[in-house]
């Protein structure tokens, strides 16, 4: 079964650029904002939702749903109650760039918010929180903890009509993902929507915290003769996978599987796996491991080469002289503090167009490497029950 991927190989122009709104009078919203504004509300609200004829296009969702089709995702912060996590997939199906929008509603302190993410085709940030006021005053942030304390954002505050309305945005560059925080209430002086978007930052669930280390210690497949006795000794919830490689029979095998299925079916791929192989002896021998960047980019094939990625890097993997899992090709890019990217092509196996330190003039062979990855197949795992 051939999977194309969800989020779209993009034309990569790989420039950071975070444009600034100029600052509005208070002026009171206009008819579409305050219908947007209703939107999001009955989206908060479950009554609200039961009573419109209108199909609504959310459907809630336990949070590890959410966490599967959001890398980095937020978490409610601490003492927050009326918890509810909603996935919105129209838009997804529509369009086979763009993954679902997740949406996490919850109270704390007296105030209610509404905190989104999403990943986007674009090395552009998007706005998805669905409101657009006038905003009486916005300013620049950076948030601590998230993107280790070098997050910037955007915080904006309507002031009218008796109320306020807070929103805080931030975009991820490294994984492309959207994040939106808001809150309405009649008097917000004095309050910091920018400590609540802190405190929902969740280590656990970002995606270098889920990744294995240099000490990472593969599956023990001690007294196993086949894949298949491998596969008998992997714990409940684990994936493995059949490819070919170059020619290479391999069994590829993860502690974690997610949900790649863009149809409401099921699909499921991984973004890092154990390789194996069996040796000149005829038993299965340990490759190494392979890393994606996030759940944008499952591990995929094209053309015999095994595929991972992220959105500022991609790498295709061979099996040289049958037995040495190794970088066949890579592209990627360095950005300085000014958002000036820096692009890298390399190989492990021969030379490429690059200078003595790989470095190349600009993105072509990236490009050229997402878009053989476009058309590659994203590799189903089976899953141990």
Excluded at 57 to 76: G, I, M
Excluded at 84 to 113: C, H, I, Q
Excluded at 122 to 144: F, H, K, Q, R
Excluded at 274 to 300: D, F, H, I, K, Q
């Amino acid at each position: 079964m051939k999977k194309r991927f969800l989020i779209s190989i993009m034309a990569i122009s790989m420039a950071i650029s975070m444009a600034a709104c100029g600052s509005g009078a208070a002026e009171a919203p206009t008819t579409e904002t305050s219908e947007a504004v209703e939107n999001v509300a009955e989206a908060v609200s479950s009554e609200s939702t039961k009573e419109t004829e209108i199909a609504n296009p959310w459907r809630e969702c336990t949070e590890d749903e959410a966490y599967a089709v959001a890398p980095n995702l937020f978490s409610a912060p601490e003492g927050a109650t009326n918890i509810v996590w909603r996935m919105m997939e129209t838009e997804a199906k529509e369009n086979e760039y763009t993954w679902p929008l997740v949406e996490l509603t919850f109270d704390l302190e007296g105030n209610s918010f509404v905190a989104r993410e999403q990943l986007i085709a674009s090395d552009e940030p998007t706005d998805i929180s669905g409101l657009y006021y006038n905003w009486t005053v916005e300013d620049d942030i950076t948030l601590a903890n998230w993107g280790g304390g070098n997050m910037t954002g955007k915080a904006y505050r309507y002031i009218g009509d008796g109320k306020y309305v807070d929103l805080i945005t931030w975009f991820d560059i490294e994984t492309g993902a959207d994040y939106s925080l808001t809150v309405e209430a009649a008097d917000l002086e004095g309050f910091d929507l920018q400590a609540v978007a802190e405190a929902m930052y969740d280590e656990s669930k970002q995606i270098g915290a889920n990744m294995p280390d240099d000490e990472y210690v593969p599956t023990d497949i001690t007294g196993c003769d086949t894949f298949t006795q491998i596969v008998d000794k992997l714990e409940k919830g684990s994936g493995y996978a059949n490819v070919t490689i170059d020619g290479v029979d391999v069994l590829l095998v993860t502690k974690y599987t997610f949900n790649n299925s863009p149809d409401g079916g099921v699909f499921n791929a991984a973004i890092d796996s154990e390789v194996y192989r069996y040796n000149e002896a005829g038993v299965p021998e340990y490759l190494g491991l392979v890393e994606a960047g996030g759940t944008a980019y499952p591990l995929a094939i094209y053309d015999g080469k095994l595929y991972a990625g992220s959105n500022h890097w991609i790498k295709k993997y061979t099996i040289a002289s049958g037995s040495i899992l190794c970088i066949d090709e890579e592209a990627y890019v360095e950005y300085d503090g000014n958002g000036n990217g820096t692009y890298y092509h390399h190989s492990d196996l021969r030379e490429l167009d690059g200078d003595e330190n790989a470095v190349v003039p600009d993105d072509s062979a990236m490009k050229a490497m997402y878009a053989d990855l476009e058309k590659a197949e994203v590799i189903e795992y089976s899953v141990v029950q």
